[in-house]
Every structure is written in C-alpha cells, then in structure tokens.
C-alpha cells in the first residue's frame, strides 16, 4: 500500500474540517487484520484481531494467540453486543450502553461507531464545533467538538490530507492516535494506532498494527450471528446477573 494522498484543498477552517472527515465515513464493507498489545493494570498479552465490519452498524472480530489459539470473538449488530470468551466460558451479551459494558469497550463510543473510530473517523453525530475553537499551525488543524450532554472530543486533522492524527474524549480521557495511513482501495486507512485511557493503576493502553485490508468481501449475514457454546455461563449486559 502507498502512502495516503492529499486534499485537492488544504483545510481552512472548522467547517472544511468536518467536511474532510465526513468523506472519508466508510460506505463498503471491509475486513483486516490488526496485531494488537495491550497493556492493562500492569498485565501484558498480545493477540490478532481478524476483522469483518459491515457499514452502517455490523462488526465481528475473532482474536487469538501468537501460537493460534483462540481467546475470544465478539459480533457487534446497531448497539447490541454478543461476545465469547474463551478462557472463562463466558457468553456476554445485551445492550452496550449498560454501565458494566465499559470493562468490555473502554472507548466511550456507540459499538456501531467504533470500526470507523479504528480507522481514523470520531463519531460526529449528535456532536457540533464549539465556537472559537478552532486553530491551526503549519502541519494541523484544531478543534473542540461538544454534544448537547456537554461531553466533548478534541480533534488533530492535516491541513493538506485531511486525516485525523488524534482523537481525545471528554471528560473520560480516552486518547486515540493514528500514523502511518495508508492508501487503499477503500481510502486512506491508519496503519498504527494507539489507545489509551487514564488511570496509574486500571489505566490501559493499546497498540495495534493493522494490515491485510479487503474490501467489498462476500458479506454472510451469519457472520454477524453469535450464539453461545452449550455449557457457558451467560452473563446479560444490562441486568447484571449470570444465566446458566
């Protein structure tokens, strides 16, 4: 893959920034391969994430060890979320927006937002530019987004590619970083990227290297269907209580 290309415009201002963004909102289906490390509490463990996402709202992800063996899957359909661990026999299941669903996807996005997260675009619905924020120096642009719950995302874009460099949630502090786009059929798609969130001891930080891209794959509708093995234990997002 070569490098991503440029704008026909450099970016002058909010509104050309926003509209960077919004062109490069994926509208085909897409899969890849991410070599993810992460680093939580102070344990380590590296594993590969092989991805399908489905425009608008369906992600699956199936990841496994260095020598293969499996950990976990999760499927993603609107805002509902199943996921199987491995390890523990545990089958999760429910809505995303339960409060427990935070220990699964520490980014404070919706489930159907967080595979356009992963390739460089914020969620921008129900989010508007805060006057006065905007500024730029000679390699990027600036901005403050807020939403009307007052929650807000600080933005770093290139004036001359339109591509977000970081991404900071408010007032969580979760903090992504891109690097290294790349260009491919589908557009420019960040080949580093990293996620952290605050905290001296449960605090987490996350590195993945993607590659592999493909897009417009044969789309199953089973892909997106997770059902749980017999024998695990169930545990439903939202309610809080174990199911045999």
């Keep these: 893959m070569r490098p991503a290309a440029g704008l ?12 960077a963004i919004h062109a490069r909102e994926p509208r085909a289906p897409f899969t890849g391969r991410a070599a993810l490390r992460v ?28 020598f293969g063996i499996p950990v976990g899957t999760f499927v993603v359909s609107g805002d509902r979320v199943a996921m199987f661990e491995h390890g523990t026999n545990r089958f999760i299941e429910g809505d995303a927006g339960a409060p427990e669903a935070r220990s699964v996807l520490p980014i404070p996005v919706r489930p159907s937002e967080l595979m356009a997260l992963l390739t460089g675009i ?19 642009g600036y901005l403050s987004l ?5 929650r807000r995302i600080g933005l770093k874009v290139g004036l001359e590619t339109g591509l977000v460099r970081d991404i900071l949630f408010l007032p969580e502090g979760v903090r992504l970083q891109f690097g290294d786009y790349r260009e491919t059929e589908g557009g420019a798609v960040p080949a580093h990227v990293t996620v952290s969130t605050p905290g001296a001891d449960d605090g987490l930080t996350a590195e993945a290297r993607l590659s592999d891209w493909s897009f417009r794959p044969q789309v199953d509708a089973s892909s997106f269907i997770l059902d749980a093995p017999p024998g695990a234990e169930r545990y439903r997002l939202g309610r809080g209580e174990s199911q045999e």
């Design 39 to 66: 680093v939580e509490a102070g344990r380590k463990q590296s594993v590969t994430l092989s991805f399908l996402f489905a425009p608008p709202a369906r992600l699956r992800g199936d990841a496994v060890t260095a």
């Design 122 to 140: 914020p969620p921008l619905r129900g989010f508007s530019a805060e006057p006065g924020t905007y500024s730029a120096d000679a390699e990027y």
């Design 8 to 19: 026909a415009r450099p970016i002058d201002g909010p509104d050309a920034l926003l509209e």
């Design 146 to 150: 807020r939403n009307a719950e007052g």
